[in-house]
């Protein structure tokens, strides 16, 4: 199983990133899928989810600005985030969740004010 997430990097504060997160060896659309991040010092935390069923769900700091989507025919996860803050400077995680649970490798976002 692999989940190999892209399109971090480096933008100004109000600017947008667009991640991906390309899964393999599972069976996508049965999957719950998330993002989550981990900024330096701090716990991870979840940051959206796209359910099995089309259900999708955000915190609370970024309710408004990001949005989650999948393609389950190309089995990848998006998160577009828009109005990005310097808070939200983190390493994005994309995770599958069914009866087991995984795990990508992490792409690091960092906004500069």
């Known amino acids: 199983v692999q989940l190999v997430e892209s399109g971090g990097g480096l933008v100004q504060a109000g600017g947008s990133l667009r991640l991906s997160c390309a899964a393999s060896g599972i069976i996508f659309f049965i999957y719950d899928m998330a993002w989550y991040r981990q900024a330096p010092g701090k716990q991870r935390e979840l940051v959206a989810t796209?359910?099995?069923?089309?259900?999708?769900d955000y915190a609370d700091s970024v309710k408004g600005r990001f949005t989650i989507s999948r393609d389950n025919a190309k089995n990848t996860v998006y998160l577009q985030m828009n109005s990005l803050k310097p808070e939200d400077t983190a390493v994005y995680y994309c995770n599958a969740k069914a009866r087991y649970n995984y795990w990508g490798q992490g792409t690091q976002v960092t906004v500069s004010s």
């Open positions: 796209s359910t099995n069923g089309g259900t999708t």
